[in-house]
C-alpha cells in the first residue's frame, strides 16, 4: 500500500505561484513513477505532469508547459508541482498519484494509488 497526502492548495490571483506537495509513505517510494491530475467542477480528471522514478523522463501537459514543473526528492518521499503564471481555468482539485508499473502514463486508469486532493482556486 502506499499512502499519499497533498498539501499546498490554496486561493490566489492570477499570475502568482503555488508548489504543491504529495508526501507519500507506505511500499518503497522511490520505484514509482508519479503523476499529478486535476479536476475542475463538472469536468473529467485531467492530466498535468507525470515523472519517473530517476527523474530521468518527465511529461507535462501542453495546457501547463512552460508554467508548471514537476519534481521530485526521494529521500524526503515527496513530490512537487511547482504552479507558476496560474490562470483561472487552473481552478481545479489536484492530486497526486503513483503508478505500479514501468513507464509513465497520462491517463488517470494508469494509476493506482490517488491523494484526497487539494483545492486550488485562481481568481481573476
Known amino acids: 500500500q502506499v499512502q499519499l497526502v497533498e498539501s499546498g492548495g490554496g486561493s490566489v490571483q492570477a499570475g502568482d505561484s503555488l508548489r504543491l506537495s504529495c508526501a507519500a509513505s507506505?511500499?518503497?517510494?522511490?520505484?514509482?513513477?508519479m503523476g499529478w491530475f486535476r479536476q475542475a467542477p463538472g469536468k473529467e480528471r485531467e492530466f498535468v505532469a507525470a515523472i519517473s522514478w530517476s527523474s530521468g523522463t518527465i511529461y507535462v501537459a501542453d495546457s501547463v508547459k512552460g508554467r508548471f514543473t514537476i519534481s521530485r526528492d526521494n529521500a524526503k518521499n515527496t513530490v512537487y508541482l511547482q504552479m507558476s503564471s496560474l490562470k483561472p481555468e487552473d481552478t481545479a482539485v489536484y492530486y497526486c498519484a503513483a503508478r505500479i508499473g514501468l513507464g509513465l502514463r497520462k491517463t488517470h486508469n494508469a494509476y493506482d494509488y490517488w491523494g484526497q486532493g487539494t483545492q486550488v482556486t485562481v481568481s481573476s
Open positions: 507506505g511500499r518503497t517510494f522511490n520505484n514509482y513513477p
